[in-house]
Structure formats: C-alpha cells, structure tokens
C-alpha cells in the first residue's frame, strides 16, 4: 500500500531533550515536507525537500531540524523542543516533485513538551 | 500575499441537506486548489484539487467544489451530507512560482457537524 508512514504517533517528552520524528515514504516521491497543525492556524510549513540531500525552510523553521540522506526518508529533528513546540506534526509527500498536484500525508505525531 | 481564507469555524447541517464549506483564496498566478478532509485522531485526506478545465470538480465521497476566478473562491459542497460526513476540512493553495512552488498554503480548517 502506497503510504507516508510517521513514528511514534504520540509523544510526550521534557523541555530540552533532544528528539526524532521519523517519516518515510514508499513511493518513490522526491518531494517531502513537514508541516505543523495548530487551532485556529491550520497547517503551516516547516521544511521541505526536493530531493536527496536538497532542504529548504518554510514558514516556521526556528527549531527544528531536517535531513534527507536518502529517498523514502525525511526526519524532524527538535534538538531543545520547547512548550511552544507542542503540536500536532505532519510529514507530507508529492509525487510530482513540487507541492503542485497535492500531497499525500501520513497519519500524524502528536507531540507535547512539558 | 499568499493566503487562504476559511470563514467559518463550524458548520452545522442536517443530515440529508446540502452543505457548503466556504474557501476563499489569494495567490498570484493561475491558482491550484486543494480540499483535504481530517477525520479524529487521522491524517488529511485528499478530497479534490483544481488545475485547469471544468470549474466544477468532482472528487471523493460524493464532494464537488466550484472555482471562481472573479470572487476568487473554491467552495466546496455536497448534495445531500451524511452523518460521517462529520469532519475537519482544509482547503489549500499551492504557492507562488515566486517561491518555486514548494508549499501548498492551508486555510484554517472549517469543523462540519452534520446532525442525524
């Protein structure tokens, strides 16, 4: 099944301790992209990547961290995640290269830092 | 600027009615546009875009979305909605060229209640 997969789907964690969002693709996509979903501001973009080893901020990249060492992969890094950091996350992909023709999203990350 | 406007927060509708969520956007260029549906504790799912053609579009479940270029609007509809119906809606826009086309902008969701 063609799918954008995240882990973990929820998570609690601590103000200032390091953490990993995974997500991975299987369809072969080259674009990926991070957003956050927050009432009332619907989703905003954190990162994206064109292609293996092509990154680029969004609209609210203070914080966060991203890598594309291979294809099917696009992790969020927070390295100090702060309370303001709480959010629901979505990992996103494209098959056409850019955002133009839509994304295909996985099923979300909920994090929340106390 | 680039943005996309939801009015309503909720809408409430129902069940066997016709529905509309309202979506009204800015963007340079020929705009692309995007409906995406969140149902509990789910990822967004795809419902419909616009490119180019018909102003009228058809996509999952039964939903339809008119484009208006003079009001600049992209509402989306439903003939008759159904209890499961009951979601979060996005509508979207892709970004300018000027940005390479990188994103697409989201409107702040609109909350549909559909009531037995």
């Known amino acids: 099944e063609a799918q954008v997969t995240q882990n973990p789907r929820y998570l609690i964690t601590v103000t200032g301790k390091k953490l990993t969002v995974t997500c991975s693709q299987n369809m072969n996509h080259e674009y990926m992209s991070w957003y956050r979903q927050d009432p009332g501001l619907g989703l905003r973009q954190i990162y994206y990547s064109m292609n293996v080893e092509v990154t680029d901020k969004g609209d609210v990249p203070e914080g966060y961290k991203v890598s594309r060492k291979e294809k099917r992969n696009f992790p969020l890094i927070l390295e100090s995640p702060s309370p303001n950091q709480t959010s629901l996350y979505f990992c996103a992909s494209s098959s056409s290269g850019t955002a133009s023709y839509g994304y295909t999203f996985g099923s979300g990350t909920r994090l929340t830092v106390v | 600027a680039q943005s996309v406007a939801q009015p309503e927060d909720q809408v409430n509708v129902a069940e066997g009615n016709p529905l509309t969520v309202k979506c009204t956007y800015s963007?340079?260029?020929?705009?692309?546009l995007f409906w995406y549906v969140q149902y509990p504790n789910r990822g967004l799912q795809f419902l419909l875009k616009y490119i180019t053609g018909d102003n009228l579009v058809k996509g999952s479940y039964g939903f339809e979305a008119e484009f208006n270029k003079s009001q600049t609007s992209f509402h989306l509809k439903k003939p008759s909605a159904l209890v499961s119906d009951s979601a979060l809606y996005f509508c979207?826009?892709?970004?300018?060229?000027?940005?390479?086309?990188?994103?697409?902008?989201f409107g702040a969701g609109t909350r549909l209640a559909v009531h037995p």
């Open positions: 979207a826009v892709r970004g300018a060229r000027s940005g390479g086309y990188n994103k697409l902008i």
């Open positions: 963007v340079s260029g020929n705009p692309y």
